[in-house]
């Protein structure tokens, strides 16, 4: 069964803390994805990646960055956690060549405290 | 710019009855993609149901079927005979340059 792995289901950090949300898929696909869940927003993309060491930023991707070092480990980093990034964050993967096959983690709820 | 947009952000439904939850959207494409997404209390995000936009016929899925208008830009799901496992947040959402674009779900409820 094909899986992306979220690393943490909840998390709980200070303010101004940096923080490592990580994400490993094991279907070998190119394409990798954060994701923002929150009420009445729906998914925000903040950051995807195309390949090893590419990204591109997303709809909101102030106070976030990434990492993909390897296909199959996208990092998500908070630089410095504000309480407005308590959140939902979703990891996707997708095959590059098919539109409509993405993957997602089961979520990592983040609370800034 | 391509938007998804739910206009309902709850619904009810007795169990064994039919829901529908709505879903618009804007795109310039003349090809595309189009998802229903189920989200429940796990959070792990399932595909319900598909449909691609050069085909006509409406996609079904079991008990989920797809009202598709594309001259309307709607894209509703019809959920028949409910379940309490239908239980859940749904998502409309398109491919947008490689990338998912969400519209803001509806939280379904089913009533014993």
């Known amino acids: 069964d094909v899986k992306v792995t979220q690393s943490s289901r909840y998390l709980v950090k200070r303010t101004g803390e940096k923080v490592f949300l990580e994400c490993v898929q094991d279907?070998?696909?190119?394409?990798m994805f954060w994701y923002r869940q929150d009420p009445g927003l729906g998914l925000r993309l903040i950051y995807f990646?195309?390949?090893?060491?590419?990204?591109e930023k997303g709809d909101i991707p102030e106070g976030y960055s990434v990492s993909r070092e390897k296909k199959e480990r996208f990092s998500l980093i908070l630089e410095s956690a504000s309480t407005n990034q308590t959140s939902m964050y979703l990891c996707a993967s997708r095959d590059r060549d098919r539109d409509d096959g993405y993957t997602f983690g089961s979520g990592t709820r983040l609370t800034v405290v | 710019a391509q938007t998804v947009t739910q206009s309902q952000p709850e619904m009810s439904v007795q169990e064994a009855e039919t829901v529908t939850l709505s879903c618009t959207y804007d795109?310039?494409?003349?090809?595309?993609?189009l998802f229903w997404y189920k989200q429940p209390p796990s959070r792990q995000m399932i595909l319900v149901i598909r449909?691609?936009?050069?085909?006509?016929q409406n996609a079904t899925e079991n008990r989920f079927s797809v009202n598709f208008q594309k001259a309307a830009k709607s894209f509703s799901l019809k959920i028949s005979d409910s379940q309490l496992g239908d239980a859940a947040m749904y998502f409309c959402a398109m491919p947008r340059k490689n990338k998912l674009v969400f519209g803001a779900g509806t939280i379904l409820r089913v009533k014993s």
């Open positions: 795109t310039s494409e003349s090809d595309y993609y």
């Open positions: 449909q691609e936009a050069y085909k006509q």
């Open positions: 279907m070998d696909h190119e394409n």
């Open positions: 990646s195309y390949d090893v060491k590419m990204k």
